[in-house]
């Protein structure tokens, strides 16, 4: 029989079914699963050539017929059903990926003028976009002055990103930041890593998550520390809801489930999220290798000997995660070991790495513990790192710490809408250099022991647009004994200007006082400006200085100007320009500096119309109806948008806004495909007598200037002809009627006629 089944009064569908003597019911294995069951072995029963099983044989299964309707209820246990998965994770808009082999040169000239004389500083940036690979290079150059040089290439280097990985490839130069006990150099050579960046929304660290089981259809509500958070309406069965979005730190999470009936049951979660772990499975690494670069800035091409630097984590599980790190040049190596694990579902996470080092013959070792927690109000951590006498680090030099522990903790209470109460402690102390001896040909840093305690209140005043911070700080080193009182005050006086002041008061008697009034810059044309001035009294009196700049961004380049002044002192001015080329669709675009990706907006001959990105104006179009973008975020989707009130009225357009994803420093064309609406009239008739041509088949075939698809229309019952959407220049029409005679007439459209074109009575040969 056809019957119409049903699954705990959710999901349903009309299956053919058969019905044994005893009052059971076959269905194939393929419904059951359209139906949502999962497939647990069930047992097959050949009927009719196909493979069916028997409803009864599904252990937690029930069905009952309603003859009357041909219904077939099934009522399943909802471990029977389909397990549903959902990702709650962050999610950016989806974008059009765009880019293209595209090019860009960035300059500016610097002109400083003081009382020491003038001098003057030259610097470029390039890049260069070739299919999957990025090129680029920088240089500066100081032509005269007291700092006079030759030009100084700064960097060169390759990338190659793939993105499916969020893998990338780096050739050249590049700098390698310090791992947990590990040293920062700048290098050239070879280095791979794991780009997260690549993927804004990928998410690294773990997120909570809920899991439970419906016996009904139900709407199923996630609140995390009250606040809902995410609403589903879920069929019957098990479910997973991944990744909830929360801040860092303890976090309560509630289940609400309002079943067909009303009923709602809730059930309460505790998780706990942090950065400093990676997701089960998830890798985090960087291999590099080269030379160590030395006088970056001063010489162009100064490498010195081989190093390289490893550093891999990895997540053994939402728990724990895992990792190990190496560095090492000639005479330096270095092998550390770190974990980071969660401590239960709210108490936190305790974090170490241990490592060791041989440098000049002499071994070395350094260990760090860490932990921190954070759940509702309050947020505390603690650290403690211990350095032996001769551990080394990479380095340009060939140096050692003479630090021998330090240690830091931190305590942290939201008072709600009042503000944010803090309280800090540090301590470091130091090897005795007198006493130990650096290994051959290293020296050691000079680190300094010392205490703070450190106090501090923060708020944030909406009835001002303000925030206020006061902190009081608690010295001992080698200075002696002080106390510092800070107050600062930042407020937004209007949508365009941003005033700030601070005051800071010394034990010693030193006083020092600042105040700060700006237009920030807008992010198209348009211009901006500070002012700042401070006052610093202390024991060789009382002293005043004056700042002021205004930069205007202009179309094509951009003029930064400052103006330096002590009382009573010496000035300083310094002038800038800057500007940017950008070679893209095979034409040279000129800009303000290109600080990140680029694109073209196109509305084709349409000038004047403004041209919004991720809602902010970005400029209007000139005479071809284009405008440069220089600063679109890489990775990021961007929203670029016309503005539909200023469109013309005959002009259309494929879509309004476009929703575009750029990779670094590339250039796209963001093309709108504007189309200029032309329509035209006319009354149609034979050449030979003047009788309109009544109900005729008309075909225009455009004959010169862009390429069009041919239009098919038909004229009115005296002749009437209407068409639209025709491009300028020459149109060849042919008219047919029933009987298959032809007459031909041609149609000129002017670039520059309006919207509507009467041609009046025209004649067709």
């Known amino acids: 029989m056809v019957v119409v089944v049903t699954v705990n009064a959710g999901r349903a569908a009309e299956v053919f079914a058969l019905r044994t003597a005893d009052g059971d019911f076959l269905l194939t294995a393929k419904d059951l699963r359209r139906l949502g069951l999962r497939d647990g072995g069930w047992p097959i029963v050949l009927a009719q050539g196909e493979p069916h099983v028997a409803l009864r044989s599904i252990a937690g299964l029930q069905a009952r017929l309603d003859t009357a309707t041909l219904s077939l209820h099934l009522t ?7 397990h549903t998965v959902l990702q709650a994770g962050p999610r950016q808009r989806a974008g059009e990926r765009i880019g ?18 003038a001098r003057a500083r030259l610097s470029s940036e390039g890049g260069l976009r070739l299919g999957p690979v990025l090129l680029q290079s920088s240089a500066s150059w100081v032509p005269k002055g007291p700092e006079r040089r030759q030009p100084v290439r700064l960097s060169t280097t390759a990338y190659y990103d793939d993105f499916a990985a969020l893998r990338r490839w780096t050739m050249g130069d590049f700098f390698i930041a310090p791992a947990e006990l590990g040293g920062a150099v700048q290098l ?3 280095a791979v890593s794991r780009a997260f960046g690549l993927d804004p929304a990928a998410i690294r660290h773990p997120l909570g998550s809920v899991q439970g089981q419906l016996a009904f259809p139900s709407e199923v509500e996630v609140l995390i520390d009250g606040l809902p958070v995410r609403s589903e309406r879920l069929q019957a069965g098990t479910f997973e809801i991944r990744d909830l979005i929360s801040q860092q730190g303890a976090r309560d999470v509630q289940l609400r489930v309002r ?19 990676l997701q089960a499975g998830l890798h985090e690494y960087r291999y590099a290798w080269g030379a160590l670069r030395r006088g970056y800035g001063l ?19 939402d728990r724990v995660t ?39 013959g002499l071994d070395g070792q350094a260990a760090v513990v860490r932990y921190a927690w954070q759940g509702g109000p309050w947020s505390l951590g603690a650290s403690l790192r211990h350095e032996s006498p001769r551990y080394a680090v990479l380095s340009e030099g060939r140096t050692v710490s003479n630090r021998r522990a330090q240690g830091l903790a931190h305590l942290a209470r939201s008072l709600g809408g009042l503000g944010t109460l803090s309280v800090s402690y540090s301590r470091q102390s130091i090897h005795d250099a007198a006493h130990t001896a650096a290994p051959a040909g290293f020296i050691h840093l000079g680190s300094q022991p010392g205490r703070a305690a450190h106090l501090a209140f923060s708020s944030y005043l909406p009835a001002l647009r303000a925030s206020f911070r006061i902190a009081l700080e608690r010295r001992f080193d080698e200075r002696g004994r002080r106390t510092e009182l800070t107050a600062g005050l930042s407020a937004q006086l209007d949508g365009l200007h941003l005033l700030s002041a601070q005051a800071r008061h010394h034990s010693g008697g030193d006083q020092a006082a600042t105040m700060h009034l700006s237009r920030p810059l807008p992010l198209g044309p348009g211009w901006g400006w500070q002012l700042d001035a401070d006052r610093i009294a202390d024991a060789a009196g009382s002293h005043r200085h004056w700042r002021g700049s205004t930069q205007f961004n202009g179309r094509h380049a951009q003029w930064r100007g400052t103006w330096d002044q002590s009382v009573g002192g010496r000035g300083t001015l310094r002038l800038t320009a800057a500007g940017g080329i950008a070679w893209l669709d095979g034409r040279s675009y000129f800009s303000r500096p290109i600080d990140d990706s680029f694109a073209l907006a196109r509305v084709g001959g349409v000038a004047d119309l403004p041209i919004r990105v991720n809602g902010l104006e970005a400029g209007h179009t000139d005479a071809r109806g284009e405008l440069f973008l220089p600063s679109i975020g890489a990775f990021y989707t961007a929203e670029v948008a016309l503005d539909a009130r200023q469109l013309p009225i005959d002009t259309m357009v494929a879509r309004m806004q476009r929703l575009v ?3 670094a420093r590339t250039g796209g064309v963001i093309d709108f495909e504007a189309t200029r609406l032309r329509a035209v009239l006319a009354r149609l008739v034979r050449a030979i007598d003047a009788s309109p041509l009544s109900v005729v088949r008309i075909r225009v075939q455009h004959a010169t200037g862009p390429a069009q698809a041919p239009l098919d229309a038909v004229t009115g019952r005296d002749g009437e002809l209407y068409l639209e959407n025709l491009a300028a220049g020459r149109h060849e029409v042919h008219a047919t009627d029933d009987s298959g005679a032809t007459c031909r007439f041609a149609l000129d459209i002017d670039a520059d006629a309006g919207m509507f074109t009467d041609f009046g009575t025209l004649a067709c040969r």
Not at 100 to 117: I, M, P, T
Not at 259 to 277: E, M
């Open 188 to 190: 050239g050579g070879f």
């Open 299 to 317: 010489r162009s091409n100064d490498y010195g000997p081989a190093a390289y630097s490893a550093v891999h984590r990895w997540g053994f599980s």
């Open 100 to 117: 293209q082999d595209s090019g860009f040169l960035n300059w500016a000239v610097e002109h400083v003028h003081s009382s020491d004389g």
């Open 259 to 277: 079943d067909p009936f009303g009923r709602v049951q809730q059930i309460d979660y505790a998780f706990y999220t942090s950065d400093l772990l």
């Open 76 to 82: 399943a246990q909802p471990d029977l059903l389909e």
């Open 322 to 360: 895992l990792g190990v790190q190496a560095e090492g040049r000639s005479g330096l190596s270095q092998l550390g070991l770190s974990a980071a694990a969660r401590l239960g579902d709210s108490a936190g996470v305790l974090s170490g790495t241990y490592a060791r080092s041989r440098a000049g």
């Open 661 to 663: 994803v750029l990779p």
